[in-house]
């Protein structure tokens, strides 16, 4: 879901650094020092998991979890997904950097919309059930998906009306990746409460719930 360089238009291009900088800065302002390993952990998950690519069209298609980092991390998502994709752009030339601004906001934007949402629900309560947790994973790992494959054919629909055609293929080819992330975040959060529960933001109980 890389947009490369010269695709994006000017404007489109500004308003994604600047959105993206703003990103940063709250995300690094709400990240502490002792979060520190944890977001260099699923930033490098998010490196891994997008390394391989189907192309379609200016961009491509590819494993994300963005929702899940947005789980687990929430605004401090933001920064994470910045500097891998700032290691991709440069280390194997996906996307690049005049659009590092604008593919950070279209894959960190749906990680702190819907991941953060779903983390914020569950942790409301310290024992959630099974069902719950299985069910915010799916919704924030598939919508997640859903919402960056939108903000994409945003970004092309926005820098002209000979990125129309491409838009709806992105979006469209992005509905089994959705599935597949779906299943993939709900199968993680749902391991990750039983057996490490203090990663997911619960205390030592929820991780034996049933």
Do not use: C, Y
Request: hydrophobic share 60%.
């Amino acid at each position: 879901m890389h947009i490369s360089e010269g695709v994006l238009s000017p404007p489109v291009l500004v308003t994604g650094a600047v959105l993206a900088a703003g990103g940063l800065a709250m995300g690094l302002r709400k990240m502490d020092n002792q979060r520190l390993p944890q977001v260099a952990l699923l930033s490098a998950a998010f490196f891994v998991a997008s390394l391989i690519h189907v192309p379609v069209g200016p961009s491509s298609a590819h494993l994300i979890l963005n929702g899940l980092v947005g789980v687990l991390l929430g605004w401090a998502a933001v920064p994470a997904i910045f500097v891998a994709l700032a290691l991709q752009a440069v280390l194997f030339q996906f996307g690049g950097l005049t659009t590092l601004g604008v593919n950070t906001v279209i894959m960190a934007g749906p990680a702190v919309v819907l991941g953060g949402l779903g983390g914020m629900i569950m942790r409301r309560n310290q024992q959630p059930s099974t069902v719950m947790v299985a069910l915010v994973g799916a919704v924030a790992g598939g919508g997640a998906v859903m919402m960056s494959g939108l903000l994409v054919a945003l970004a092309l629909v926005f820098s002209g009306d000979a990125f129309g055609g491409t838009a709806k293929v992105i979006a469209a080819a992005h509905i089994p990746v959705m599935a597949l992330e779906a299943i993939i975040s709900a199968t993680t959060l749902s391991f990750l409460v039983k057996v490490r529960p203090a990663m997911v933001g619960l205390g030592v109980s929820a991780g034996r719930t049933h």
